[in-house]
């Protein structure tokens, strides 16, 4: 039976993700604790949670990624990922998209420490996906929604034309 984790470290953190290939980088900002990463391209943050009774431990993180926003969001963007998407959710704060992703460590093992990490890959991948594949769809509704404005508009002309 492997051994239970009860809470993490900054550095237990570090080489978790150092041993699955990503690159680590601490700050500190405030007198909090981060780690930055990326996976394809896309950055990323480890933010630790609630303490635990070690001094320096946790018993929970989140990993955190934000996006700024340029333009506007198309509507209901972060609603229909949230209904549609059990472990991260989306937000969106001042000019930021942000995905979260909570992790409770008491009591777990190491593999689902390292289970957690893989499922925020795949979803960093599917929150980019996500984001081209709903922006697609709402341009491509807009532009249904103007073409059928301007055929409208065309047809009470002709009618008031024709009288």
């Keep these: 039976m492997s051994d239970l984790i009860t809470s993490v470290t900054v550095q237990t953190l570090t080489e978790l993700l150092q041993a699955a290939g990503y690159r680590v980088n601490e700050t500190e900002q405030n007198g909090i604790v981060q780690l930055l990463s990326a996976s394809q ?50 937000s969106l704060q001042g000019e930021f998209l942000l995905m979260e992703m909570d992790v409770v460590v008491a009591g777990v093992g190491e593999v689902h420490l390292r289970s957690q990490l893989e499922l925020w890959d795949r979803l960093l991948q599917e929150f980019i996906v996500y984001l081209r594949e709903y922006s697609q769809q709402a341009a491509q509704l807009a532009a249904q929604a103007e073409k059928q404005e301007q055929t409208e508009s065309v047809d009470n002309r002709e009618e008031a034309t024709a009288l």
């Design 41 to 90: 391209g896309i950055g990323f943050a480890v933010r630790f949670g609630n303490p635990a009774v070690e001094q320096g431990s946790y018993v929970d993180f989140t990993y955190s990624c934000a996006l700024r926003v340029q333009g506007q969001l198309p509507q209901g963007l972060t609603e229909v990922w949230n209904a549609s998407r059990r472990f991260a959710r989306l």
